[in-house]
């Protein structure tokens, strides 16, 4: 929940909202797509970082990088083929699993001008399983821009 709520407040622009799991609640009938709002959760705002533009854009620049970077060290390289474009960072934590030594796989990520930011957590697996996370974050945002939000109509995206 921090890491999600970090990448957030990373991709509004500064404001640390309070979590929470569901923005509305909707009814829908059975054969129709049109849907009915119930009950909506208002966000609330706890504060802000308060950076300055260009610092925010140092974070910007630092997790685009991540996955356009041309390091033989980029770990979101393979985020790189997602239309509109994501920012990640990725993470590694040694641990240990029934003795044996394992990783925590991590990785936050967000596309600009989209409502979707992502931390994604993967305890124990094995080192050779490193990235494991990149596989998830690509299935997540290829299935919000085909059944929430159309790339085409995120703003200021190329989705060439």
Not at 27 to 40: A, G, L, N, Y
Not at 117 to 125: D, E, K, L, N
Request: net charge positive.
């Amino acid at each position: 929940m921090q890491l999600a709520q970090y990448v957030s407040t990373i991709a509004n622009g500064g404001y640390r909202m309070e979590p929470h799991v569901v923005q509305s609640i909707e009814e829908r009938s059975d054969r129709s797509k049109v849907r009915q709002t119930e009950t909506t959760i208002a966000p609330k705002s706890l504060g802000s970082v308060g950076w300055t533009p260009a610092q925010r854009q140092v974070i910007w620049d630092g997790m685009d990088k991540v996955v356009n970077g041309s390091s033989r060290f980029v770990t979101g390289k393979k985020l790189q083929d997602l239309k509109p474009g994501v920012y990640a960072k990725t993470g590694t934590a040694e641990t240990f699993t029934n003795g044996q030594p394992t990783i925590t796989s991590s990785l936050i990520a967000f596309a600009p001008n989209a409502d979707v930011a992502m931390a994604i957590v993967v305890p124990g697996v094995s080192q050779s399983a490193e990235l494991v996370n990149i596989p998830i974050a690509k299935e997540i945002y290829k299935a919000y821009w085909k059944d929430v939000e159309s790339p085409k109509n995120v703003p200021g995206q190329n989705t060439n």
